[in-house]
């Protein structure tokens, strides 16, 4: 008989054993090591242990009966030490073993961060029976708290387990959505919300600094200065090949051990399966390849042919309960087109990556029922274009017809006391009744209920009523949709992120059915705005949702170059502003412009010089004159009753005061103040969005003025005796614009929509005023930051310079 | 193909762009998802505007001068617009970005 060693016994190398006993039960005498003190149990079966679903005895797949049967010698617990490839001997502590072949199976060992405590007690990897061991312990304790580091398959499994047991679980992911090797961003969203439901708290983007405790594991600290409690945490970010046996040989080495397709390393007795090897630039992590391998590597060794080969792998969690499927590559390569398919009711999201007529990819959440069907396309390399059409919809739908769900039906499905227009308080059966009575169009039930007569954010609402009832007795008119992604309008976006609590730019492509996977450039600047204009203190804003002006807080010139034009407020500076303003123009070589906003540009800047003159400015006590944003512009004002002898009122102090509170936020579109001191009106004040004249008596408000590509004349909001009741109304008025209107409606656009009666109506009641007023408030306490500032520290600044420089590489 | 490392992937934001300097001219390298980067010429074929400044969504990228679409797969200007830019070798490794070296010194001879 030869002898075969084999080292780790892990799910390869067991069922390696179990092809070499069925073929040739009596050719190798078999000497097995392991490091655990155990035989080979099956751990993708640890979770169901850790939630107590399985015991441990019941995952045991190879018993001291079955090794005794095949006349295995086993060395368990004991690590070996090195293999002499001279001699053919495994050395270990306590003896060597010689061998004709070897199989190195040794696995992979968890990757540790090396946090600073990462070494405490109570910090644990999710790898062995001991890990799992440790956090049922820990799980023993009444309402202890288990911190896991690691959104992926493991750590997600290790959470759901640890919950299960009763412990508050917290998940740390440090990119932006679970699981993002496997899944998308929406399933990822979507796998957050379920785990959320289940009580197990996730934070993605998590900049962890520090475990901490005393003598033990206590807490985990973030970067931001917050720390959350911990009796235990979970470390499940990865792993890596555990493979030193190879090296210190003198194998030849990848990241692994490297093996041919046979699963013979460089040395020919020597053989590898499992995670410690590598196979043409390729590491293995899940099982059905392992299995693969031992089955080729079985064959080897009885000198039978065989080959390893590569193939598709599928995914699933296995957490009771969320539904996720995912296969094949649904990132990179050319000519890749997706299709996709929302249920936002069900929950459900499926995206399938199709290349040259044939499905690469599927990521499932929700309804994962014909996943295998999916994944079976994808093995098998069809040609699915005859099904293209319906292709989503699963097997079911081939070959047959198929009804694609009514757009209207849920509108039909509302009981008569559904509200419909909010403002009015106008329920369904109100508009049924008016059009019973003769309504045919929107003006008619408008005009007869008032429903979508304040506001108009219901206005597709009233229109879906009305379309529902008449058929095809009524025509659907006007507002088009946000873009191609969408067949919803502006209005309704709006109304439905604020309804159903949409936070993120995926749960308003999930639960409003967007048909693209992330949007396109005409609705992802405007959802952007909506998001953070809603819920200023949960969405971060995204600046890759931007135009280029204002992710690169300048505005681009048609060569490429940018103008820098600081605030001056109120039109106000002083010379040791305009000696900056000069110096800073020398050094970067700009072109110098007085602007019609009462500020100076700067023209032809470099990107790269941006943070470096934002800097300079800085140092001179200047700021972003946000010239480049849909948010507030400029306050232009006159000099007042400081100096004009016609003035009435400081005007130049106001329009200080105004740009002050207001600076810094963002707005559907951009919003430009004027002050005028007397009804002379120098600052031009009444053709501005919003335009303040005074008078002896105290102010006169306009609202909605322009003089862009339409010129309007502001009308009369109301007329206050005091600056402080100036301020009041502005900025109410600025919080109604933000969170009324449609991205890209100037002011006077959406008064034109809404009506200014509406407004005025509104903004009459104090408590309504003071409501809008405390909300923008919120809003500036988070937006109100200078955004060159923010930029021209280091960190910041390095990522308006290019990636990399090749002028030099090319050079030589 | 020789194989230059020019930075990190977690330096270019999610559907975000970077430009790495050539002697012919800059390459942008378009970040669409989580691993997954495309590298083309940073030029519009319309009126030169810097691709990597325009925004990003699904496998392309609008100019942000005018506003003209490209495949970041092929490099052909989308809809009624006609024009193309060119797009070269990318790959990415243990989170490294790697650009083609023969790639990008054609580019330059060209």
Redesign the interface.
């Known amino acids: 008989m030869e002898k075969l060693v084999v080292i780790g016994a892990g799910m390869a190398s067991g069922r390696l054993l179990e092809h070499l006993f069925d073929a040739a039960p009596e050719k190798f005498e078999v000497t097995l090591f392991n490091a655990e003190p155990r035989g080979n149990y099956n751990r993708i079966m640890l979770s169901p242990v850790l939630s107590g679903e399985k015991t441990y005895e019941e995952i045991v797949t190879h018993d001291d009966a079955w090794y005794a049967q095949h006349k295995v010698t086993t060395r368990f617990g004991e690590r070996v030490s090195g293999i002499d490839r001279a001699r053919k001997v495994v050395t270990s502590p306590n003896g060597d073993v010689p061998y004709d072949k070897l199989i190195i199976a040794t696995g992979s060992d968890p990757f540790i961060i090396p946090f600073p405590g990462h070494d405490l007690p109570g910090v644990v990897a999710y790898r062995d029976l001991e890990d799992t061991n440790a956090m049922v312990k820990a799980s023993s304790v009444r309402g202890a708290h288990a911190v896991v580091i690691g959104g992926g398959l493991l750590g997600l499994e290790a959470a759901a387990g640890l919950r299960l047991r009763g412990m508050e679980v917290t998940v740390l992911h440090n990119?932006?959505h679970l699981m993002?090797?496997q899944l998308?961003e929406t399933a990822g969203y979507l796998l957050q919300k379920d785990l959320e439901r289940r009580g197990i708290k996730v934070i993605t983007k998590a900049t962890t600094k520090t475990i901490a405790g005393d003598g033990k594991v206590e807490k985990v600290t973030f970067e931001d200065g917050s720390e959350i409690p911990a009796d235990i945490v979970v470390m499940a970010v990865g792993i890596r090949p555990s493979c030193s046996l190879g090296t210190e040989a003198g194998l030849e080495m990848g990241r692994a051990i490297k093996v041919d397709a046979q699963m013979r390393s460089s040395d020919p007795d020597i053989l590898c399966v499992g995670e410690c090897l590598e196979f043409d630039g390729n590491l293995f992590g899940l099982v059905a390849p392992l299995y693969d391998q031992a089955k080729v590597a079985a064959k080897t060794l009885l000198g039978e042919d065989d080959a390893f080969k590569m193939r598709e792998l599928s995914t699933k969690l296995k957490v009771t309960g969320c539904d996720l499927f995912s296969a094949g590559d649904f990132?990179?390569?050319?000519?890749?087109e997706?299709i996709v398919f929302r249920d936002p009711k069900r929950g459900v999201y499926k995206r399938l990556v199709i290349e040259d007529d044939r499905l690469v990819g599927a990521v499932m959440y929700g309804d994962t029922a014909d996943a295998n069907w999916f994944f079976g396309l994808i093995k098998d390399g069809t040609d699915i274009e005859e099904m293209r059409e319906t292709l989503i919809y699963g097997p079911a739908f081939q070959g047959g017809g198929g009804a694609t769900a009514d757009p209207l039906a849920a509108v039909a499905a509302l009981p008569p006391e559904a509200e419909i227009c909010g403002c009015n308080g106008v329920c369904k059966g109100d508009i049924l009744k008016s059009i019973a009575g003769g309504a045919t169009t929107l003006d008619d039930v408008k005009a007869q209920t008032k429903a979508s007569a304040s506001c108009g954010t219901c206005t597709g609402l009233v229109e879906q009523v009305l379309a529902v009832t008449l058929g095809d007795g009524f025509a659907m008119p006007t507002e088009k949709p946000v873009c191609n992604c969408t067949d919803l309008t502006h209005e309704d976006v709006r109304r439905l992120i604020k309804s159903q609590e949409l936070k993120s730019q995926p749960a308003v492509w999930q639960n409003l059915a967007w048909k693209?996977?992330?949007?396109?450039?005409t609705c992802?600047?405007a959802i952007n705005y909506y998001l953070l204009a809603d819920w200023p203190l949960e969405y971060q804003d995204d600046?890759?949702?931007?135009?280029?002006n204002e992710?690169?807080h300048a505005n681009?010139q048609?060569?490429?170059t940018y103008s820098v034009m600081p605030r001056m407020w109120g039109g106000m500076t002083t010379p040791d502003e305009l000696i900056a303003v000069a110096q800073a123009a020398k050094k970067y070589d700009a072109a110098v412009k007085v602007t019609g906003g009462m500020r100076i540009d700067l023209l032809g800047i470099k990107k790269e010089d941006l943070p470096a003159i934002w800097a300079d400015l800085n140092a001179a006590g200047m700021v972003s004159g946000h010239a480049y944003t849909k948010g507030l512009r400029t306050v232009k004002t006159c000099v007042g009753s400081d100096w004009c002898r016609f003035g009435t009122q400081d005007s130049t102090g106001l329009g200080i005061k105004l740009e002050k509170r207001l600076w810094g936020s963002w707005t559907p579109h951009k919003v430009k103040l004027g002050v005028s001191g007397c009804p002379r009106n120098c600052a031009e004040a009444t053709c501005k969005d919003i335009g303040i004249i005074c008078v002896d008596s105290g102010y006169q408000i306009g609202v909605g003025g322009a003089a862009g590509m339409d010129v309007k004349e502001v009308e009369r909001l109301v007329d206050v005796a005091t600056e402080e009741e100036v301020i009041e109304w502005v900025v109410a008025f600025m919080q109604m614009y933000r969170e009324n209107a449609k991205y890209l409606d100037r002011a006077y656009k959406w008064l034109n929509k809404v009506g200014l009666d509406w407004v005025k109506e509104v903004l009459a009641d104090p408590a309504e005023r003071q409501a809008l007023v405390a909300r923008f408030d919120i809003s500036q306490s988070v937006y109100q930051k200078d955004p060159w500032a923010e930029r021209a520290v280091p960190s910041e600044a390095v990522?308006f310079q290019?990636?990399?420089?090749?002028?030099q590489?090319?050079?030589q | 193909m020789s194989w230059?490392d020019?930075?990190a992937l977690d330096?270019?934001?999610?559907?975000?762009a970077?430009?790495?300097?050539?002697?012919a001219g800059?390459v942008a390298?378009f970040r669409?998802?989580?691993?997954?980067v495309f590298a083309t010429s940073n030029t519009c074929a319309h009126?030169?505007?810097?691709l990597a400044?325009?925004?990003?969504?699904?496998?392309q990228v609008?100019c942000?001068?005018h506003?003209w679409?490209y495949s970041l797969?092929?490099g052909e200007a989308q809809g009624a617009d006609e024009g193309h830019i060119a797009t070269y070798p990318v790959k990415l490794e243990a989170g490294r970005?790697l650009?083609d070296?023969a790639s990008?010194?054609a580019r330059?001879a060209a």
């Open positions: 990119t932006g993002d090797r998308d990132a990179d390569g050319p000519n890749r997706d693209t996977p992330n949007g396109c450039p992802r600047p600046g890759q949702s931007r135009f280029v992710r690169n681009i048609k060569d490429g990522k290019p990636l990399a420089d090749l002028t590489e090319a050079a | 230059i020019v930075g330096d270019i934001p999610l559907r975000g970077r430009i790495v300097k050539t002697k800059c390298l669409t998802d989580e691993a997954e009126k030169n505007g810097p400044e325009g925004i990003v969504h699904g496998k609008t942000p001068l506003n679409v797969e092929t970005i650009l070296a990008i010194e330059s």
